[in-house]
């Protein structure tokens, strides 16, 4: 098909388009094959590519042919996500509609910023959506880059509702103060200072043994704080936390903020798809008493970063918060603009990846690849149990995070270890595993939430730790 403007001006591709996105679409084609199966090893950075990304500034550019290979070569050699046998940190597995909701959404470059039509409808439904998914009776809710993002956005709306009007005039003489467990994610500090409450004025409370928020602790430590003069701003409830999946007891933390007075948020950044799956689903009961929560969908959604959202009981809380009148933000009709219910302005659709995601999977097989990943955990904790040399926490996993250590008889430095035996299955490259610290020592962290993962790769990992972990026994030889 001949070029409809063979005389585009210098930025556009121009005549290159078809031969552009066919080569984009081959590459993203062989990518999403080879991401059916593990690989062996992860490719090394060339000489070539390394002097391709040492190169200064181009004065002029060169074939996008040639370029967007160099952009496949690129993230050929770079840690992929997306990979089954992927089991670092908490990933996103780059869902394949996901990623072609991006290019869709990115090549209209819509902004959610204003209305934008039915854009706007779409990322309401989706909300709409997320929240019947959950189980949660949203009034309304936004997209956002992150579940840190996410995390502000609903402790904003929480210091306006315990301190009304401190948008505008500050927080005067109040000493607010945010509760949540030892093992909350960074978020919430990062929240604390960002709102002028203070890192200090976090109250990190007590966990038990299975590493979940002791609403007992939390009881004391709230009516202390009260005594003492201190305003509670929001009790944050973690719904899988980053470093073991564990679940906070919703309930009793939603009697704790109605006897108390306080705003109720659930961080399930990580774990809140679990509540869909039949065996989890007990943990998060009371998830509909929380005044808002935090998912984020570029985790166990499955979709490409970014694409958090946080979903509200009331909306009329993110109004009070966000709202604002500006001159070149129209207000038509006295409509609310999503800028006038969010923190950011310009925003890509990214409700797009996941309303793609739901429209053509839909609900029950992203609740099954869940499942399965849950599964997963427990298939790996089992298979831990069958091997002396492997240790696990006493309690099973609770979601898809399973820590383990490699047991070295008469070792001595097990956390040396681990953390040698990490840096070297990293290395090795068959699979990828991060280290975590908990309680003080150095454990490798793998967690599922890869809807490429089978029960093979599961196997793999064992396989590969024990045949790693006894070889780098060596580095750490007898006492
Ligand atoms: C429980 C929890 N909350 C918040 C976050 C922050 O999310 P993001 O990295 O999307 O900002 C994480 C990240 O792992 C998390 O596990």
Redesign the pocket.
């Known amino acids: 098909m001949s070029d409809p403007r063979p005389d585009a001006p210098g930025l556009s591709l121009g005549p290159r388009r078809a031969a552009a996105l066919a080569r984009a679409s081959e590459h993203v084609l062989h990518a999403w094959t080879e991401f059916d199966h593990a690989r062996e090893t992860e490719t090394p950075v060339s000489p070539e590519l390394s002097a391709l990304l040492e190169a200064p500034l181009p004065e002029h550019g060169t074939d996008v042919l040639t370029t967007i290979d160099w952009a496949r070569e690129v993230l050929d050699a770079s840690m992929a996500q997306s990979r089954p046998r992927f089991f670092g940190?908490?990933g996103s597995s780059g869902l394949e509609v996901g990623a072609l909701a991006d290019l869709l959404a990115h090549s209209y470059d819509t902004n959610l910023a204003v209305d934008a039509g039915a854009a706007t409808q779409l990322e309401s439904q989706a909300v709409d959506w997320l929240a019947a998914f959950l189980g949660f009776p949203a009034g309304g809710g936004t997209f956002t880059?992150?579940?840190?993002?996410?995390?502000i956005t609903a402790l904003t709306a929480a210091r306006e509702a315990a301190l009304p009007g401190s948008r505008h005039h500050g927080l005067g003489g109040a000493r607010p103060t945010i509760y949540c467990s030892l093992e909350?994610?960074y978020?919430i500090v990062r929240a604390a200072e960002t709102l002028g409450v203070g890192a200090d004025h976090v109250r990190a409370v007590g966990i038990d043994e299975e590493r979940a928020l002791r609403p007992d602790l939390l009881r004391a430590r709230l009516a202390e704080d009260v005594a003492a003069g201190f305003t509670p701003l929001a009790i944050v409830a973690?719904a899988?936390?980053?470093l073991t999946g564990a679940v906070d007891p919703i309930d009793p933390l939603a009697d704790l903020a109605e006897e108390f007075g306080v705003w109720l948020h659930v961080?399930?950044?990580?774990?809140l798809p679990a509540a869909t799956v039949a065996q989890c689903a007990p943990r998060f009961a009371g998830l509909a008493r929380a005044d808002s929560l935090?998912v984020?969908c570029?985790?166990w959604m499955f979709v490409p970063?970014?694409c958090?959202a946080v979903l509200v009981r009331d909306r009329r809380h993110l109004a009070a918060t966000f709202a604002h009148d500006e001159a070149y933000v129209p207000h038509a009709e006295e409509r609310l603009n999503a800028v006038d219910l969010t923190l950011e302005y310009s925003r890509p659709l990214r409700a797009l990846k996941l309303w793609l995601a739901l429209a053509t999977h839909g609900a029950s097989a992203m609740r099954e690849a869940v499942a399965r990943n849950c599964d997963q955990a427990q298939l790996l904790y089992d298979r831990c149990a069958e091997h002396e040399v492997l240790e696990t926490l006493a309690h099973r996993p609770t979601l898809s995070i399973v820590p383990l250590r490699v047991r070295v008889p008469q070792c001595p430095d097990p956390d040396a270890h681990t953390a040698a035996l990490c840096a070297r299955l990293q290395a090795d490259g068959r699979v990828f595993v991060s280290p975590a610290t908990i309680d003080g020592h150095v454990w490798l962290r793998p967690c599922f939430t890869n809807f490429r993962t089978r029960d093979e790769d599961v196997e793999a990992l064992v396989t590969v730790v024990l045949e790693l972990g006894a070889a780098c026994a060596g580095l750490h030889g007898p006492a």
Do not use: E, F, L
Request: proline share 0%; glycine share 18%.
């Open positions: 940190y908490i880059s992150g579940g840190t993002i996410s995390n909350a994610h978020s973690t899988g936390t980053t961080d399930g950044a990580y774990g935090t984020d570029h985790k970063k970014a958090s």
